[in-house]
Nanobody, 119 residues
Framework: QVQVVESGGGLVQAGGSLRLSCTAS????????MGWYRQTPGKQRELVAT???????NYSDSVKGRFTISRANIKNTVYLQMNGLKPEDTAVYYC?????????????WGQGTQVIVSS
């Protein structure tokens, strides 16, 4: 069993900042990558940012230059620093943990944390 828990969401004014945290725990042997996705009502979940085991990162164009993803290996934790927030960043943010090494990946999701950016 693997548990993924997010925290750090909330309400912020446009231009403000928030930092999301996500920790994976349980039967973890090797993490391939972790990442953040977001979803608004009626839309598909979309990629925000990911960080791989070699610390390489990937960002959606909509957040490049404003958001930064980082991780602390020892604690299986990933952070998302969000600066310059815009109302269109309002969404439920989900953390994904992908486990595996040299074979199939097993994906686990957190329950989500709400981010609301007021104009």
């Amino acid at each position: 069993q693997v548990q993924v828990v997010e925290s750090g969401g909330g309400l912020v004014q446009a231009g403000g900042s928030l930092r999301l945290s996500c920790t994976a725990s349980g039967s973890i042997v090797s993490i391939d990558h972790m990442g953040w996705y977001r979803q608004t009502p009626g839309k598909q979940r979309e990629l925000v940012a990911t960080v791989a085991s070699d610390d390489s990162t990937n960002y959606s164009d909509s957040v490049k230059g404003r958001f930064t993803i980082s991780r602390a290996n020892i604690k299986n934790t990933v952070y998302l620093q969000m600066n310059g927030l815009k109302p269109e960043d309002t969404a439920v943010y989900y953390c994904k943990t992908a486990l595996g090494y040299g074979g199939p990946l097993y994906t686990y999701w957190g329950q989500g944390t709400q981010v609301i950016v007021s104009s």
